[in-house]
């Protein structure tokens, strides 16, 4: 980050190139969630206040419970990347979720998501046109 301070002359180059780091021991921190970097990086920004004191972010230190924390945030982010009425591309993601759906070879697999679909429909909690739905629950 210094570098590109330092290549476009901005002000704070030379405080930031002296700068001391320290690196924060996170207590719900694992070492095989490699995939999942830009979901705990997207869940720290939403939590920061500018404090440099310890600050939480809701992560367990359990895998189990921290696994499907993960997996509703990604499935909150992507919503909120799909959903605006800005993304353009919002009707065809959409179309082709639910092909997919419709197209899985695992029976139990497709009939569980269809029937979440459906669950959403009752609850209001759905997307596009209501065919797939998503809950959040655990992280908000």
Known sequence: MVGYLKAVKH?????MAAATLTKKKLEWAMNDKFNDCGVFA??????YKGSDVEFE????TRKNIQDMQLQNLRMK????????????????VMYLAEKATQSLRDERMRK??????????????FLANGRMGIKFEGIS
Request: charged share 20%.
């Open 42 to 47: 997207m869940r720290h920004m939403e939590m």
């Open 77 to 92: 982010i992507a919503t909120k990347l799909i959903l605006p009425e800005a993304n353009v591309y919002k009707i065809t």
């Open 57 to 60: 972010c809701g992560f367990s």
């Open 112 to 125: 569980m998501l269809e029937k979440e679909g459906q669950n959403k429909k009752n609850t209001g909690t």
């Open 11 to 15: 002000p704070s180059a030379a405080h």
